[in-house]
Each structure stands twice: as structure tokens, then as C-alpha cells.
């Protein structure tokens, strides 16, 4: 498992592509609602995330980041059905799920 301090600035990066996801979503005016809903989901579960890399609980940040890359994998999802979406859009839920992945995997 990665040192707590690994974990806190990789979570770091990750809270910072949610933003970039969340900032895009606010500028797609034809954003389908179930990416919506990801993207807002992703928002909030990332505090519950925070928390639990504070607690240093290894089982609940595995759960939390599982949880978290199981809604970057969906909102993948919708971004590669929906052609309709800007460049911007599809690039920052590409790299908040890339970024969970490549934490998921090294927490496992």
C-alpha cells in the first residue's frame, strides 16, 4: 500500500480533476443528466474520501476509492455514447477516471 502522504497528494490530483470535470459540466449547456449526476456524485463522494485518507483506515479508503472509480468508470461510459460533447468535457472525465484507476490499482 502506498504511505498516507502518497495517498493524500495522489487524492490531491484527483480532487483537482473532479473540479476541472465539475467547472467543464457547468459549461456544457447539452450535458446529458446521467454524466451530470456522475460528475456531482464524484464531488461529494471525494469529501467522503478525504476523510477516510485522514483516518488512515485501509479497508475504508479502498471502499471510498472503489467506490469512487466505479462513477468515473460510468461517467466514462456516458461520455463515449454521447458524441455531442466539447473536446474539454470528454478530456476532464477522461482524466478523473484515469486518475482513480491508476490510484485503485496501486492501493490493490
Known sequence: MLQANEIQQRF???QQAIG???QACSAERNLPSEL???IQRLDRQSDLAQE??????EMRIRKVVDDLEQLGDRAKQVC???AKLTPQMKNAVLRVHDELSELKHQLH
Open 36 to 38: 451530470r449526476d456522475c
Open 20 to 22: 476541472q470535470a465539475s
Open 12 to 14: 490531491n490530483t484527483i
Open 80 to 82: 463515449g455514447s454521447d
Open 52 to 57: 477516510a485518507i485522514q483516518s488512515r483506515d
